[in-house]
């Protein structure tokens, strides 16, 4: 943490005027992965809910569901559909 997180925090600058994370450390970036993994962004774009999972850690992925599933992109495919049921079924 203070060799290489809080050095790349300065950095970066998303540390408060006395070096204090001003975004909520470790925990936040946790919840940033999950949310690129479940969004329409370009580097993990719609990971699969069962990867997002699986990745982060809960223990079910009704967890993951509950907390992100609003990230995760909407429609009326078939396939998406069947893609979703597939990944709940594991």
Known sequence: MQRSFRPAQVTAGVVDARGRAKYGGLHALRHFYASCGASTGKSTAGSPLKMVQERIGHASITMTADRYGHLFPSGDD?????????????
Do not use: S
């Open 78 to 90: 078939d396939a998406e559909l069947a893609a979703a049921e597939k990944a709940l079924m594991r």
